[in-house]
């Protein structure tokens, strides 16, 4: 029963990322739904937390593909400028993001 309620999550997840056409919009972006939604299932497993999942998995799917964007198109500049924006827009470091100096 819990794997039927998984298999339709992933479903919803893949009509989502369809429907905003996330393979044409971003081809040099990772496929990494599936992945991103199994980390989210290690953390909320009860099937009570079904809105918690598919919104932290939606979530992970944008920053996956947030960070393919920068790592294709940013220069370091941009990068630098976009994280210090996201680190002012989460001042209690809910989120950890570092810069690597190349």
Same mark, same amino acid.
């Given at each position: 029963?819990?794997?039927?309620?998984? %298999?339709?999550?992933?479903?919803?997840?893949?009509?989502?990322? %369809?429907?905003? /056409?996330?393979?044409?919009?971003?081809?040099?972006?990772? /496929?990494?739904?599936?992945?991103? =939604?199994?980390?989210?299932?290690? $953390? =909320?497993?009860?099937? %009570?937390?079904?809105?918690?999942?598919?919104?932290?998995? #939606?979530?992970?799917?944008?920053?996956?593909?947030?960070?393919?964007?920068? /790592?294709?198109?940013?220069?370091?500049?941009?990068?630098?400028?976009?994280? #210090?924006?996201?680190?002012?827009?989460?001042? &209690? #470091?809910?989120?950890?993001? &570092? $810069?690597?100096?190349?």
């Amino acid at each position: 029963m819990l794997q039927s309620f998984h %298999k339709q999550e992933l479903r919803e997840l893949s009509e989502w990322w %369809k429907s905003i /056409d996330g393979a044409t919009n971003f081809p040099y972006a990772r /496929d990494r739904l599936v992945e991103c =939604y199994f980390w989210i299932i290690c $953390i =909320y497993f009860e099937p %009570k937390y079904r809105v918690a999942r598919v919104l932290n998995a #939606k979530i992970y799917i944008v920053l996956t593909t947030l960070n393919d964007t920068c /790592d294709n198109f940013g220069t370091y500049e941009e990068v630098q400028a976009l994280v #210090k924006a996201i680190q002012r827009f989460l001042p &209690h #470091k809910i989120i950890y993001i &570092h $810069i690597y100096n190349h």
